[in-house]
């Protein structure tokens, strides 16, 4: 599948700059994917960005071109949704590291036209937050109304404000933290060691290979998904039912209708991801840390955003990024005089809630960026 998944032609520019990386390494030149939605007005003081998450994409409201499912965001971004492409230019790019259009691993070498893999540079959430920047001088827009995002998306939110807060006028930060906690890191090499584990992933050139690493990548998702839901909601959609059976089978088919769950994500994801881009962009989350260049002073990250509007949303069953971490990041911006505001919203879908259908948030996010809903 992974063949298939990089012959998909995507909406892209490529820059002829060189972007730095924290590693020390940069990309002589960058592409970026992206998808825009809504017109933008003629001061250009309308736009804004959404940065997706970890398995997102920029087909935030277009139908996805390997599955041909709604986009993800598709029920946030619209005309007279909470993100209102009546009112404001949306721009959603596919970030530094990913599989769909922008540089990442599978994309080729200049000199031997053969994808890079494990060759392309170890990226971070500042570099992604680079790119997209490098994207926006490209299209004339210095300032951004605002910029949203949940999970990873919320950190390059929050990397935005402390990186780029003369270019933004609030921050929506929305099931996120500032920093990978040593749990989320572990469950993120689970995954990696799954993908690396698998014999299709051969050392990270299979691209051109008929086998691909879709068993170890589907595993990783797994793992990766069950952080992404609530032990109740878990209990409440399957509880311990058996998958189409009246008795256990005493084996190891998939017994259990979590079980069956689990395997059906796993497999699909394998139709729309890359295994490559899974490591990178894991690794790059892992990295992420405001606080680590302040001397471990999370407040150092936004002494110059105090005038960046910040609205900060947690969930009640979200135990991957909990409400202490949101609760950190406020109190960092407090102690600076930056205008935040917070509010914890109960939902049973866990992480996962902040793209789900929960009406408050869809006020919160709509009351953020200054319209009603």
């Known amino acids: 599948m992974a063949s298939l998944l990089h012959q998909i ?23 970026i994917a992206y998808q825009s939605y809504g017109a933008l007005n003629a001061d250009k003081s309308n736009a804004v960005l959404i940065c997706h998450a970890l398995t997102g994409d920029q087909y935030v409201a277009s139908d996805h ?11 946030m971004v619209g005309p007279g949704k909470p993100i209102d492409t009546d009112r404001f230019h949306v721009i959603c790019a596919n970030v530094l590291g990913s599989c769909m259009g922008s540089s990442g691993p599978a994309t080729p070498d200049a000199a031997t036209g053969v994808p890079l893999g494990m060759a392309f540079p170890v990226i971070t959430i500042a570099d992604m937050v680079r790119a997209q920047a490098m994207l926006l001088d490209h299209l004339g827009i210095s300032r951004l109304h605002a910029v949203v995002g949940g999970s990873m998306g919320g950190m390059q939110a929050l990397a935005w404000a402390a990186n780029y807060p003369e270019r933004l006028g609030s921050a929506v930060v929305i099931a996120s933290a500032a920093r990978h906690s040593a749990q989320n890191i572990a469950f993120h090499e689970v995954g990696r060691q799954a993908i690396m584990a698998d014999p299709d992933w051969q050392d990270g050139q299979y691209y051109a290979s008929a086998r691909a690493p879709t068993k170890g990548l589907a595993v990783a998702r797994m793992a990766a998904h069950i952080t992404y839901l609530s032990e109740a909601g878990l209990t409440e959609k399957f509880g311990r039912r058996l998958q189409a059976r009246d008795i256990k089978s005493f084996g190891f088919d998939a017994d259990f209708q979590v079980e069956s769950y689990l395997r059906h994500q796993g497999l699909a ?27 471990g002073r999370l407040a150092g990250a936004f002494t110059a955003a105090k005038d960046v509007r910040f609205t900060l949303v947690s969930f009640d069953t979200d135990w991957l990024y909990p409400t202490a ?6 109190q960092a911006l407090q102690s600076v005089g930056a205008a935040a505001s917070f509010v914890e919203l109960s939902a049973p879908f866990g992480h996962d ?5 929960v009406p408050a948030l869809d006020r919160i996010v709509a009351g953020a960026l200054g319209g009603g809903f």
């Not at 890359?274 to 001397?295: G, W």
């Not at 809630?353 to 259908?357: A, I, M, V």
Request: proline share 7%; charged share 20%; aromatic share 12%.
């Open 65 to 75: 071109p390997a599955t041909g499912k709604p986009g993800w965001w598709a029920r």
């Open 269 to 295: 994801f394998t139709d729309r991801f890359d295994a490559n881009a899974y490591l990178y962009i894991t690794r790059a989350m892992d990295y992420f840390d405001l606080a680590d260049p302040h001397d």
């Open 325 to 330: 971490e949101s609760r950190r990041i406020v």
């Open 353 to 357: 809630s902040f793209l789900l259908d």
């Open 9 to 31: 032609q995507h909406h892209s520019v490529t820059i002829a700059a060189s972007l730095p990386l924290d590693s020390g390494q940069s990309l002589p030149s960058v592409a």
